[in-house]
């Protein structure tokens, strides 16, 4: 059995979360308190994280499987995005606190960061930072949507 130092393993993580785009600007400080604040998530193969309508209170950050974020039409599901690690989800709820709009099924067994609105709500100098990063998420997916000329 090998034996890994904790403090390795720590600064592994936080260098993960540096790389997410929706925690751009954080300091290592910020960021250490951002990774004490989540919690692992795993889900299995053909499971939700959650579904559309659901009552929404966190974000996710997707760290390792395969799953796509869904939103149900007259046909069925139509798949809007497909994750990759680092990617996040959810963030929606952090802004409105509406129901989802949408689901994310596990395709393969996935695992997932989550952080909670209310945890969010106790540290200010860090959501302001993810909200103007989620504003320019958001942006961005309206520009691409625009240019797709799906809006």
Known sequence: MKHS???LIDDALVTALARVSLFA???RLQLIWLLNAMTRVSVKSGDLFFDEGDQADCLYVFIAGDAVVEKKNSTGWRTLATLQPSETFGEMAIVDRLPR???VRALKDCVALSLKSLRLDNAPEIAVEIFRNIAALQSKRIRKMNEAGTV
Do not use: C, Y
């Open 5 to 7: 130092d904790p403090k």
């Open 25 to 27: 600007g954080l300091t």
């Open 101 to 103: 709009s949408a689901r």
